[in-house]
């Protein structure tokens, strides 16, 4: 019963880890979708792009791992950028489900050109930890970094969104757009602040992804729809939804699969989501604050 | 604060020569000339849909002018874009107040000083603003969308302060608030006039924006149909006979 109890606590702080990771994915992707009202359903391939950078950065030209890992914050970052100049902008005025299909276009066009460029085999940054061991539970170092890093990144973007001039424009276009001129803010310029921003987080869960994960083009599906996933349970573009929704998931992931096998834990957490849809379609704090 | 000059004889601060405009297809401004001096209050007066907003609308360039020319002191606003008025001294408080509903009164006040020349003045300007309306400041961390009508068009006219603007714009500041709040609202008009600021206020609550403003405008679908100072206006035939039902 002892033991018992000592891994059931294993699963649900390895759940509160997973669950610090998974917040940050959605973040980005709530915070895109709250200014611009615009899903990107290649987030997870940005991340994607933002692994390879790094790899080949690091692995083939032997950068160290933090500058290779700098880097491709922030060449994802400016991916976003292109992505939204590029891709979104020509459609910002057109159907919800254009805009979808189009950046699903995006999705498929990266998945396959990361496939003709890099080839289909698995990756490894080859950077391995020892597991941290605190009284019969043991951590895995990767995962502790990133739930770290990923607290830090989201209490950062938090700052800035509240307390910066830019940060409060941010919130009030997702509020009321039209008027945003009247107050001397040109659109446009906080659609790409915004793209950036998303991209960059997208570029910061890829340096904490990279090291928990061989890294392989098709790797964006592992995480692109459970982070719209827990984007929508916790309302899209709610980004203290997202928040919460990713603790609740990453503990249906973690807790269930310990109580079945790992598999299920997915099995589980995808049926937890169905019944809140059926619930609240709009999300758990879906069409409240943003 | 701005120190603006004290009303009558100032220089010509905004003037409009022949301006038309509209939305697509639609024209709403047909050749309206008008001009506003420096510490002056100004009022344009209509019925619904005689194009009062459209007028503010197009002076913040939300709207296009397809002919004639917007200056302000003296500069063409013609090849302005939208959100470079407020720099050139032009604030709007646009209809229906518009606050950010979701952010705290404060930082509604603060969107009103986005511009990076009004940012190292948001302190001073906060202050002035609470001084004006000192409800504000009780409510300052209150989320906007929860302020009474009366309340939220404080900040909406806080909020355009904020930028310390050298004309300051008004969409029907009275337009849904109950009878006992638009008195107190026309109060609130007449002491920012008396502040100094220069005031451009399109109203369909014609008899009380009179006694507030120097002169004023008639609009009539989307052309002037006469002007002049208030107290001659609140004495026309025309105007009683139509406007104020005598």
């Known amino acids: 019963m002892q033991i018992f109890d000592v891994f059931l606590l294993e699963a649900v702080l390895n759940g509160l880890l997973l669950g610090g990771l998974l917040a940050l994915l959605s973040l980005g992707l709530n915070l895109v979708f709250g200014v611009i009202d615009v899903i990107w359903i290649c987030y997870a391939e940005l991340i994607m792009v933002g692994m390879y950078a790094i790899y080949y950065l690091y692995v083939v030209f032997g950068w160290p791992l933090l500058l290779a890992m700098a880097a491709g914050v922030l060449l994802v970052a400016v991916a976003g950028v292109a992505l939204h100049q590029f891709v979104i902008r020509p459609v910002l005025a057109a159907e919800p489900i254009n805009q979808l299909l189009v950046t699903g276009g995006v999705l498929f066009f990266l998945q396959a050109a990361a496939t003709l460029a890099f080839g289909i085999e698995f990756k490894n940054i080859g950077v391995t930890f020892p597991p941290i061991v605190v009284s019969e539970i043991s951590f895995s170092m990767p995962r502790l970094i990133a739930f770290g890093v990923a607290l830090a990144g989201m209490l950062a973007v938090y700052l800035f969104l509240t307390r910066t001039y830019m940060g409060t424009a941010i919130r009030a276009i997702s509020q009321d757009r039209a008027i945003m001129p009247l107050m001397g803010v040109n659109p446009d310029r906080i659609f790409i602040i915004t793209s950036a921003l998303g991209g960059a987080l997208a570029g910061l869960a890829s340096c904490l992804l990279v090291l928990q994960y061989d890294i392989h083009p098709a790797i964006g599906l592992s995480f692109g729809p459970i982070t719209f996933l827990i984007c929508v349970l916790g309302g899209l573009g709610n980004m203290v939804g997202g928040f919460v929704a990713a603790f609740i998931f990453a503990q249906f992931i973690s807790v269930g699969g310990f109580f079945l096998a790992v598999e299920w834990g997915y099995v589980i957490a995808f049926l937890f989501f169905i019944a809140v849809m059926f619930w609240r379609p709009q999300g758990i704090w879906g069409g409240q604050v943003k | ?246």
């Open chain 2, 1 to 246: 604060m701005n120190s603006p000059v004290a009303a009558s004889g100032g220089s010509a601060m905004l003037q409009l020569e022949s301006v038309s405009a509209g939305y697509d297809g639609f024209q709403a401004l047909f050749n309206v000339s008008l001009e506003v001096r420096s510490g002056e209050s100004v009022a344009v007066i209509g019925p619904n849909g005689a194009g009062k907003t459209t007028l503010l609308r197009t002076i913040s360039k939300l709207i296009g002018v397809t002919s004639g020319d917007i200056l302000m002191e003296g500069g063409s606003l013609r090849n302005v874009p939208a959100h470079e008025v407020i720099a050139r001294g032009i604030a709007q408080v646009p209809e229906g107040r518009r606050l950010f509903a979701r952010l705290t009164v404060e930082e509604n006040l603060k969107m009103g000083a986005f511009l990076p020349a009004a940012r190292p003045r948001h302190d001073e300007r906060l202050k002035f603003v609470y001084s004006l309306f000192p409800r504000l400041q009780e409510r300052h961390l209150q989320i906007a969308g929860t302020l009474s009508g009366g309340e939220q068009q404080m900040c909406a006219i806080g909020r355009a302060l904020m930028s310390g603007p050298k004309l300051l714009l008004l969409d029907e500041p009275s337009a849904g608030l109950a009878p006992v709040i638009v008195q107190s609202i026309f109060d609130l008009v007449k002491r920012i006039c008396a502040e100094g600021y220069t005031v451009l206020i399109v109203e369909q609550n014609i008899r009380q924006v009179l006694k507030v403003v120097d002169r004023a405008y008639l609009l009539e679908t989307g052309r002037i149909k006469s002007s002049g100072p208030s107290a001659e206006l609140l004495a026309s035939d025309e105007i009683r006979r139509a406007y104020l039902g005598i």
